[in-house]
């Protein structure tokens, strides 16, 4: 581990770094602990101004290109910047839950799940971590787009099969569904949990059998079982009459639920474009560590959602 590629790269490049790591730190602390206090309340502002920071220095990262000089990495900025405004705006009219679940999303999306996919080869985070031979380069670390990169989403759209789309749009409709406030039958809880830990298996075992691609799926499958659990344990799910059961709306699944879809797509685009990486244990362990984060979060979240319902949760809240 080295920090001289960092310090090499563009002011942009490291106060995005720097700004992201805080954030991560901060957030997990933030939105994870008790709510509605006084240090919650300055310790949230502090962390919007960090994200905020994290989102629009990006902007001025150009390393990957897919369209001009830009690429999906703005587009999560974008995505990141409205979700800020929407959870600062929920707080405000004091829709606390779908506030706590905006800004969890936002954390998933924007730091855990894009921040993974900074540590791919050739990336300055690769360079970081594991001193590659690209960091002793004159030049800056990133390595610079291949000819015709301009084109590369174009020429992905066109290759892509044609089941794909009804999958994502079948996946879109269950986050949109899980997105309202329902009543569901029993085996409607658990729909999400398993269409995500069956994608999230299928993303770990078409990667092969590799050891740092399980490795990654273990290590990843900690931190999701803690935040699952800790979301489970909060969300208000009740027995109606006739064994349904009342869920509130979120955005968490939705989120989930296309983190396991361009996981899945990542890895075929790595294989059919970049086959070098398919054996890089980097990739294989990053890749890893994202399916068995989703997968456990999910499935740790629906088990704590299925014990408030069960008779001895029931007794205790008696």
Known sequence: MTL?????ASFFIQIHVLAAILAALLGAVVLFRRKGTPAHRLSGRIWVLLMVITALSSFAIHT???????SFIHLISIGTLIA????????????ITAHRFTMRSTYAGALIIAGTLSFMPGRIMHAVLFGTDVMKASVPVEIPPAPGATNAFAAIMENTPLWVWPL??????????????????????FAAP??????????????????????????????????GNAI??????????????AVPGEWLSMAVLLGVFVLRYANGFVTAMMPHLRYDPVWLASSGLLSGLLAALVVARCRAQWRQLSPEASLSRA
């Open 4 to 8: 001289q590629p960092l310090l090499q």
């Open 64 to 70: 990957i290109r897919s369209w001009g000089p830009w």
């Open 194 to 227: 398993a269409v995500v830990a069956a994608l999230s298996l299928y993303n770990l075992m078409s990667a092969g059998l590799f050891l740092s691609a399980f490795a990654g799926f273990a290590l990843g499958v900690i931190p999701g079982a803690y935040f």
């Open 84 to 95: 800020l405004v929407a959870g600062i705006a929920l707080a405000r009219k004091h829709q």
């Open 168 to 189: 994502f749009a079948a996946l879109l409709l269950l986050g949109w569904l899980r997105s309202r406030d329902s009543i569901i039958r029993p085996w409607q809880l």
């Open 232 to 245: 489970g344990r909060r969300d208000k799910v009740t027995m109606r009459q006739g064994g349904r059961i």
